[in-house]
C-alpha cells in the first residue's frame, strides 16, 4: 500500500486532533472531502467514469465483450475486475510493485458483487449457454492520497451507470445456426440499474475514535479498519477487517452505527424533488448528482472548491453530518 | 481496410484534414499536485498522461547509480481500455518495455544529466486514449511534465509521426492510417537546432520518398514545438498577450482552454478553438 513515513509526534498530533473530533485538514471524524465525478471521459469505452477525492484519482473503464456463460450461471452474464495501480501514484508502483495492491482491490470487488442483488446480470444474457455479455471493468489509479477503496467504489458505480451496452439480436437460420445482429442506431442500447451496486465505506480506528474517509497521513497512524460495503438500502454484502491491529467486537459495532444513518438519509434523498441522483447513493455526505441519460452529454458537476463553490454550482446539495 | 481512401483526390484525409495537418492538441501542466512535474495532453483523441519524480536518490540497488551523470528511468503503460480491443496487461509486455527504451533514450540526449549525478529521474508516461501517434503524444507529455517538474533541459523535445500515402507525405496519423499498413516514420526533434533525438521507422520505403517524409515530420514537430511552447508560457507565467486559463465546468480531465478573445486567434486559431460543452 503507498504508504507515508510520519514521525512520532505527527503521529500523535494527529492522534490527539481526533479524539477531540478535530482533523488536520478540519474536518470532523465523520465528514468526507469533496468528490468530484465525471463520466463518460474515455471515448473508446462502454462506459467510463473519474473520480478525484481529495487527491485521490482514480479512472475506472467498462468494456462490454460478447463471451461464453459460465457453466453453473448459463443464464447470466458476469463482471471482471482489473485493477491497475499505475506508477504515477508513487515510483514504488513500478513494473509489479502494484500487482499486490491491485490484486488485494480487484479481489475485493468481486467479493462485493457477489450476490444476486448488485447488478442484475440476467440482462446481460443473449442467449442462455451460448452468448452473453462480459463486462471488463478496469480501474485505473491515477493518485493516491488515502481511501482508495471508497474512491474505486463509487467510481466503479459511476462507470456501470455510464455503461452503454448495444442492444443485439439473435437470428436463427433455416440450418439452426443463430447469427447476432447488432442494431444499426448507435443509441439504442442497454443501460445498467445500479441502484444496488454498493458503495464501500472504509472506517479507520485512530487511537480510540474511528474516522470516515482517512488520509494517507492518518492511514499511518491507524492501526486496523473496517471495510463495509452496503447498498442505499441498507443491505451490508461485504464486510472486512483489514490492518495489522486488533479491533475490539464492541467497537465494530460502534463503527457500524454510523452506517444506518448514511443510508437513512438517502431514504431522506429519494424524496425530495431535485434529488433524482441516479447513483442512489450519497456517499458520506456530498451527494453526486449525473445530470442527464442523454448518452455522452453532460458530465457531473464538480464539487471541488469548498462549500460555498458547492452551492453554486450544484444549487444547494450541501449536506453535512447532521446528528 | 479494402476501399478506405486515406487521401482523397482533393487532397483531404479520412477526418477532413489536409495533408500536413495536425490534429487538435490541447495540453496542460500540473494536473497531480503529488508528484514533481506532471502533464496532459490531447493530440486528436489521443490521450497521454506524463508524471515526473526526481531528481532523488537512486531506488534499488546503488550500484546502478552514474558517478558522472543521472539516471533516466521511463515506464510506458497504456490502460487497458485505451485501444479499441481490450489490452490484457497494461505494462510489462514487449512493445511497452520497447516504447519505454526508446522514451528513456530521446530523454537521456535532451535532459541535462550531468547536473545531478548519481541521483534518478523517473518518467512514467499512461496512455488512456489510443488513436494513433501514441509515441508522439507520449514524448510531448513527458516534455511538458519534465519541465514541470523543473528539470533542466537543452530544449524541448517535440514528436510527431508521418507516413506516406499516394505521392504525399502525412503529418500526424491517426489510428486508420497506421492501420492501413503504410509505412510510418516517428520523429523526436530538439527544435531549436533540429537536432533528431529518435527517428524509427517501420515498414518499406523507396529512398526517394524518404527526405519528403521526414520534411513533413519535422515540420509538424516543429508546429508542436510552437504549441507546447505557448502552453509553457500560459501556465508559468500567464500574461496579456497569453492570458490566464480558467478552470473550465467540465471536470478536471479537459484541458484549461485558454479563453483568447477573437481577434487574438491569428495564426493559432486552427489549434486553440474555444471549446463549446459536448451536448450529443
Redesign the interface.
Not at chain 2, 249 to 253: H, T
Not at chain 2, 277 to 280: A, C, T, V
Given at each position: 500500500m503507498a504508504s507515508v513515513a510520519l514521525s512520532e509526534a505527527e503521529k500523535v498530533y494527529i492522534m490527539h486532533g481526533v479524539q477531540e473530533d478535530l482533523r488536520v485538514d478540519g474536518r470532523g471524524c465523520e465528514d468526507y472531502r469533496c468528490v468530484e465525478v465525471e463520466t463518460d471521459v474515455v471515448s473508446n469505452t462502454s462506459g467510463s467514469a473519474r473520480v478525484k477525492l481529495g487527491h485521490t484519482d482514480i479512472l475506472v473503464g467498462v468494456k462490454a465483450e460478447m463471451g461464453m456463460p459460465k457453466l453453473e450461471k448459463p443464464n447470466e452474464g458476469y463482471l471482471e475486475f482489473f485493477v491497475d495501480c499505475s506508477a504515477n501514484a508513487t515510483p514504488e508502483f513500478e513494473g509489479r510493485g502494484g500487482d499486490d495492491l491491485g490484486t488485494e482491490i480487484a479481489n475485493t470487488l468481486y467479493r462485493i458483487f457477489n450476490n444476486k442483488s448488485s447488478v442484475d446480470l440476467k440482462t446481460l444474457c443473449i442467449s442462455a449457454r451460448e452468448h452473453c455479455w462480459v463486462l471488463y471493468v478496469d480501474v485505473l489509479l491515477l493518485e493516491c492520497d488515502g481511501n482508495l477503496f471508497d474512491a474505486i467504489s463509487i467510481a466503479v458505480k459511476a462507470a456501470l451507470f455510464n455503461t452503454r451496452i448495444p442492444r443485439v439480436r439473435v437470428l436463427e437460420d433455416e440450418e439452426g445456426s443463430k447469427d447476432i445482429e447488432l442494431s444499426d442506431d448507435p443509441y439504442d442500447c442497454i443501460r445498467l440499474s445500479v441502484e444496488n451496486v454498493p458503495c464501500i465505506v472504509t472506517l479507520c480506528k485512530i487511537g480510540y475514535r474511528h474516522v470516515v474517509d482517512a488520509t494517507l497521513q492518518e492511514e499511518a497512524c491507524s492501526l486496523a479498519s473496517l471495510l463495509v460495503s452496503v447498498t442505499s438500502k441498507g443491505v451490508v454484502t461485504c464486510l472486512r477487517k483489514v490492518g495489522k491491529g486488533s479491533l475490539d467486537p464492541e467497537s465494530i459495532f460502534e463503527m457500524m452505527e454510523v452506517r444506518p444513518w448514511f443510508c437513512g438519509w438517502c431514504g431522506d434523498l429519494a424524496g425530495t424533488p431535485a434529488a433524482s441522483c441516479p447513483l442512489g447513493y450519497t456517499v458520506g455526505i456530498l451527494p453526486i448528482h449525473i445530470l442527464d441519460f442523454k448518452p455522452g452529454a453532460w458530465r457531473t458537476v464538480g464539487l471541488s472548491q469548498g462549500s460555498a463553490d458547492l452551492t453554486r454550482r450544484v444549487g444547494g446539495w450541501r449536506l453535512w453530518t447532521g446528528r | 481496410m479494402a476501399g478506405l481512401e486515406l487521401l482523397s483526390d482533393q487532397g483531404y484525409r479520412v477526418d477532413g484534414r489536409r495533408a500536413g495537418e495536425l490534429r487538435k492538441i490541447q495540453a496542460r501542466m500540473g494536473v497531480?499536485?503529488?508528484?514533481d512535474g506532471?502533464a496532459y495532453i490531447e493530440q486528436g483523441?489521443t490521450?497521454a498522461?506524463a508524471?515526473v519524480?526526481g531528481p532523488h536518490e537512486i531506488?534499488g540497488s546503488r550500484a546502478r547509480a552514474l558517478p558522472d551523470r543521472a539516471l533516466v528511468?521511463c515506464?510506458y503503460?497504456s490502460?487497458?481500455?485505451?485501444?479499441?480491443e481490450?489490452k490484457r496487461r497494461?505494462?510489462?509486455d514487449r512493445k511497452s518495455c520497447e516504447m519505454g527504451l526508446q522514451l528513456r533514450q530521446t530523454f537521456e540526449a535532451a535532459i541535462l544529466t550531468q547536473l545531478h549525478p548519481r541521483s534518478q529521474i523517473?518518467i512514467?508516461v499512461?496512455v488512456?486514449?489510443?488513436d494513433g501517434g501514441t509515441y508522439a503524444a507520449c514524448v510531448n507529455a513527458a516534455t511538458l511534465a519534465v519541465l514541470d517538474a523543473g528539470i533542466p533541459m537543452r530544449d524541448f523535445v517535440c514528436a510527431c509521426s508521418a507516413g506516406f500515402v499516394d505521392g504525399t507525405a502525412l503529418a500526424d496519423l491517426s489510428h486508420v492510417e497506421e492501420a492501413a499498413g503504410g509505412p510510418q516514420l516517428a520523429l523526436a526533434l530538439l527544435p531549436a537546432s533540429g537536432q533528431i533525438a529518435l527517428l524509427e521507422m517501420d515498414a518499406r520505403l523507396h529512398e526517394d520518398h524518404l527526405e519528403q517524409v521526414l520534411e513533413a515530420a519535422a515540420q509538424a514537430a516543429q508546429d508542436v514545438h510552437i504549441l507546447l511552447d505557448r502552453v509553457v508560457r500560459q501556465h508559468i507565467w500567464p500574461s496579456p498577450d497569453y492570458p490566464l486559463l480558467q478552470s473550465g465546468?467540465?471536470?478536471?480531465?479537459s484541458p484549461n482552454i485558454p479563453r483568447v478573445s477573437w481577434h487574438r486567434q491569428g495564426w493559432y486559431a486552427p489549434h486553440f478553438m474555444l471549446r463549446t460543452?459536448?451536448?450529443?
Open positions: - | 497531480f499536485a503529488q508528484a506532471s483523441n490521450k498522461l508524471v519524480y531506488r528511468n515506464q503503460s490502460a487497458t481500455f485505451s485501444t479499441g481490450r497494461p505494462h510489462g523517473d512514467y499512461q488512456l486514449q489510443a465546468p467540465w471536470g478536471c480531465f460543452p459536448q451536448l450529443q
